[in-house]
Nanobody, 123 residues
Framework: QVQLVESGGGLVQSGGSLRLSCAAS????????VGWFRQFPGKEREFVAA????????TFADSVKGRFTISRDSAKNTVYLQMNNLRPEDTAVYYC????????????????WGQGTQVTVSS
């Protein structure tokens, strides 16, 4: 069983940066693709970014391209989401999810989900 724990969220001003971490415990996720998703109040969860198990493939939602990057550190069993030039519309709860397949659909039944971390961007 894998437990995913997100961290790094918080309050930041518009134009600022945050780095979210998705730390896995219980077993290695080196063979899992990992995605980041976010959920706005009262809205469905949406895809943000994903990285393949090897790190060789990454994909991003159009709304974050050029501002967010995703990376992974296999030694630390952790995936990161670097968020730059944050905007108030990025305010949401951010979740990471792991699956054997790189999936961008937020409704896909990923094998594992974290509990989420709040990101708030003030204008």
């Amino acid at each position: 069983q894998v437990q995913l724990v997100e961290s790094g969220g918080g309050l930041v001003q518009s134009g600022g940066s945050l780095r979210l971490s998705c730390a896995a415990s219980g077993r290695s996720i080196t063979t899992y693709a990992v995605g980041w998703f976010r959920q706005f109040p009262g809205k469905e969860r949406e895809f943000v970014a994903a990285i393949s198990w090897s790190g060789g493939t990454t994909t991003f939602a159009d709304s974050v391209k050029g501002r967010f990057t995703i990376s992974r550190d296999s030694a630390k069993n952790t995936v990161y989401l670097q968020m730059n030039n944050l905007r108030p519309e990025d305010t949401a709860v951010y979740y990471c999810a792991a699956d054997r397949t790189l999936v961008t659909a937020s409704t896909y039944p990923h094998d594992y989900w974290g509990q989420g971390t709040q990101v708030t961007v003030s204008s």
